[in-house]
């Protein structure tokens, strides 16, 4: 929380996950029935909290470059409110969105600048994850300008927040303890074999968890209402508005304080990943940038992931197909839907902190065919 609002000199409020504090805005500033323009590529809880809020998923055209809204091809007249992505840590064009209801979702993004200003502070909220920089594996922070609106937002955190326990947090910290340890000591293949034997991961139809439309339809009849949603929010962590105790706070900080420290060590691996062909261009836009993930372009994707795993090189953060695709009767198109699949498709992201176990294979990995 203290590195946080520093960072952003914005008022901070803690929270069980990052998820929960994007619905919160999400509330707060739009109206239900309001369309919201926001990226086709994204993971699949966001999806749901947009739809649980009450609002109208507008999917914007993807920039092949990044990955994010293609801002030179929206019609921003047309939509009431815009949610960025920040995919892989790389900025949405978030100057461009000025004048509008703008919650940045900086999950993939805590240490990510544009101009100098850190992402999380040009829109209305800014909501940040624990679980990503810092693998703190739970924990978010909703970061807001007027002390008026966190206010308000507290007591709709308190609202929702649903009972915690010492086990459930004893739990969640010892698990994201074991997957730090399983990435110091290279153990990441055993780990995920014991993972998938003891169904320790969520079922998933390719790399979407199941949409179940009749339950969805059923769910919307009572929106704005989050709750009827946790079928499908709660995915990979199903203690997502769970209160947390003194063991979980005091994890979080302690991963969180070591983001700095590890800030030279994040960019070392970027630079020596953008020296790939198959880097995504705008990551060479900026090589001071410490990315959460940096994505890679390649033909085979998917044979690329099943390599590296037999190397004891996960991958994750995958978000295939894109959502007017993967949930098309809930959710307004995209006019060129084209880039987003194609992104999709090819896309690698890369854990820059490891990079020299995973350089032997990415080294032989050849660029996509251009989209046309």
């Known amino acids: ?38 990226s086709p590529i994204s993971a699949d809880e966001i999806l749901f ?40 840590g790389l900025p949405d064009d978030v100057s461009a969105f000025a004048g509008k209801v703008l919650v940045e979702d900086v999950a993939h993004a805590m240490e990510t600048d544009v101009g100098g200003r850190p992402l999380g502070t040009f829109g209305q909220a800014g909501v940040f994850s624990l679980s990503k920089h810092p693998g703190a594996g739970s924990g978010g922070v ?6 008026s609106d966190l206010e308000a937002l507290t007591a709709a955190r308190d609202d929702l927040l649903a009972r915690g326990s010492v086990w459930a947090d004893t739990m969640s910290v010892a698990t994201s303890m074991v997957r730090q340890a399983a990435l110091k000591f290279d153990l990441v293949r055993p780990a995920l074999k014991l993972a998938r034997a003891l169904g320790l991961q969520e079922e998933r139809e390719g790399f979407r968890i199941a949409l179940d439309p009749d339950g969805l339809e059923s769910a919307l009849k009572h929106v704005p209402a989050l709750p009827p949603f946790d079928p499908w929010v709660r995915a990979d962590l199903h203690r997502y508005r769970a209160r947390r105790g003194r063991l979980a706070h005091w994890y979080q900080g302690r991963r969180v304080a070591k983001v700095p420290g590890e800030r030279a060590r994040r960019l070392a691996g970027v630079q020596r990943l953008a020296e790939l062909p198959t880097v995504a261009p705008a990551v060479l836009d900026d090589l001071s940038r410490p ?34 695709d993967y949930a098309p009767a809930f ?17 690698l992201p890369v854990d820059p902190m490891y990079t020299a176990r995973s350089l032997p294979i990415l080294r032989r990995l050849e660029p996509p065919t251009p989209l046309p």
Request: proline share 8%.
């Open 142 to 147: 909703l970061a807001v300008e007027h002390a």
């Open 331 to 347: 959710t307004e198109h995209s006019p060129d839907p084209a880039p987003a699949r194609w992104w999709a498709r090819h896309v």
């Open 49 to 88: 909290l947009v739809l649980a809020a009450g609002l109208r998923p507008v999917i914007a055209p993807l920039s092949p470059r990044d990955g994010n809204i293609d801002a030179t091809r929206v019609d921003l007249g047309t939509v009431d409110a815009v949610l960025t992505t920040n995919l892989y």
């Open 291 to 324: 990315l959460f993930r940096v994505p890679l372009l390649v033909r085979d994707r998917d044979a690329a992931i099943a390599e590296l795993e037999r190397h004891g090189v996960a991958t994750g953060y995958l978000y295939d197909p894109p959502y007017d």
């Open 1 to 38: 929380m203290k590195l946080i609002a520093e960072r952003t000199g914005r008022h901070v409020l803690s929270l069980p996950s990052n998820r929960l504090g994007l619905y919160l805005a999400l509330r707060h500033w739009c109206v239900p029935g309001q369309r919201l323009l926001m």
